[in-house]
């Protein structure tokens, strides 16, 4: 029996936020979405700089349409519902600006908080 897992919470004055369509648990700000422009298996998804209550599983190395990559997928540490990857490794220059950096779907994200 390990200790469950505090969830973070995202401060209430950074208005726009992603939450785990699951859970509701919160994923990310809106403020370190880097990119719109991805694709994930169940369609569009976004690029994230930082993000919070995940966990990481092992990377490995994939082949993805921009080359070679070692990526881990990543779940909601609060439903453990695949949410996308993280690249930890990328081996092409151009897209070297990746690394560290996290994929979430979009069909497992809602916004949450003064979108408008
Ligand atoms: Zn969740």
Same mark, same amino acid.
């Given at each position: 029996m390990g200790k469950r897992k505090v969830e973070e919470f995202l401060p209430d004055e950074c208005h726009r936020r992603y939450c785990c369509?699951? =859970?509701?648990a919160h994923l990310a700000n809106?403020? @370190?979405?880097?990119?719109?422009?991805f694709q994930g298996s169940q369609g569009k998804a976004y690029l994230f700089n930082k993000v919070v209550n995940i966990s990481c599983g092992r990377a490995e190395e994939r082949f993805l349409l921009t080359g070679l990559h070692a990526v881990a997928d990543i779940f909601c540490?609060? =439903?453990?519902?695949?949410l996308g990857w993280k690249y @930890?490794?990328?081996?092409e220059a151009s897209q070297?600006?990746?690394?560290?950096k996290f994929i979430i779907e979009l069909a497992h994200m809602v916004k949450d908080n003064g979108w408008d």
């Open positions: 369509v699951h =859970c509701r809106h403020d @370190e979405l880097i990119s719109k422009s540490s609060s =439903c453990k519902t695949t @930890e490794h990328a081996f070297k600006y990746k690394e560290g």
